[in-house]
């Protein structure tokens, strides 16, 4: 769902960005097989590592913590999760048997982000090569149930008590900060007032190579309208027109000026 006067900024504090399906696990996958999925993609990612698997996790609309589910408990025998990395350590993909992600991160103050443009019909691509190899193992298509959106900025500052500058939610007297954080959740609703998504918003104050910054986290979760590959991208589009005008509406123009906003 597009939004022709989505604002854009030419140098946004873009740190991190990932996006995120859960899937059905396909009933013959094995984790044996996980070197043939990597092929399709080891010239681009040439690097893997193994981690701990991500529990699943939905996103239910009750009070406030019912609102993020995540079960522990499993059938079968428990699957890791493999990082395929390329070699400039800026893209990172994540597997394993119910969920895929995509990570693109920052690792100097040179390397610009790419524009979600960019981004997510290359996230399209990964995850149609993922359907077409599980549909050896025994599933015909994906059958996504969750998908998500995040964003981390790290916002450089001079000092703490700068912060005003830069976000219009807080207000506090000037040289008395030695650090500082907030965090609220939204529950996204559609025009019938029926909930379909979360909003996360969590910011805090840090070091970063010795400079202050600010890291300012915005996610959002929530199932697709269907379960398939182009409902979900669809949703995560969406996903991001929330978080950047959420991200606009709780900082400045000034915090804007400096990350030169055109739109």
């Known amino acids: 769902m597009g939004q022709t006067d989505l604002p854009q900024y030419k140098k946004p504090p873009i740190y991190e960005l990932v996006l995120d399906v859960q899937i059905e696990p396909a009933p013959e996958y094995q ?3 996980v070197s043939k999925f990597w092929d399709k993609f080891k010239d681009e990612f ?3 590592e193994e981690r701990e698997a991500l529990d699943p996790s939905f996103v239910t609309f009750g009070r406030m913590h019912q609102q993020n589910i995540q079960f522990g408990l499993m059938q079968g025998p428990r699957h890791n999760r493999y990082c395929f990395k390329n070699k400039t350590d800026d893209e990172l993909m994540q597997f394993q048997n119910d969920r895929l992600l995509y990570n693109w991160r920052s690792n ?19 995850l149609e090569m993922l359907e077409k190899f599980l549909q050896d193992f ?8 969750q998908c998500s959106l995040r964003y981390i900025n790290h916002i450089h500052i001079d000092d703490i008590n700068t912060a005003n500058k830069y976000f219009n939610i807080i207000n506090f007297d000037e040289n008395l900060l030695n650090d500082f954080s907030f965090s609220y959740t939204r529950i996204i609703a559609d025009k019938f007032n029926d909930p379909y ?3 996360e918003v969590n910011a805090s104050s840090g070091l970063k190579n010795n400079h202050e910054i600010i890291a300012l986290d ?16 669809a949703s995560i589009s969406e996903y ?11 900082t400045t123009k000034d ?9």
């Open 31 to 33: 984790q044996i097989f």
């Open 46 to 48: 040439p690097i893997i």
């Open 108 to 126: 100097n103050s040179k390397h610009k982000y790419p524009s979600f443009g960019i981004v997510l019909p290359r996230f399209k691509k990964m």
């Open 138 to 145: 025994g599933q015909s298509s994906l059958i996504i149930n």
């Open 197 to 199: 998504c979360r909003l």
């Open 218 to 233: 915005l996610s959002i979760s929530g199932a697709p309208n269907e379960v398939n590959i182009e409902s979900s991208l």
């Open 240 to 250: 991001h027109n929330i978080i950047v005008n959420e991200f606009t509406k709780i």
């Open 255 to 263: 915090a804007h000026n400096i990350w030169e906003r055109i739109i």
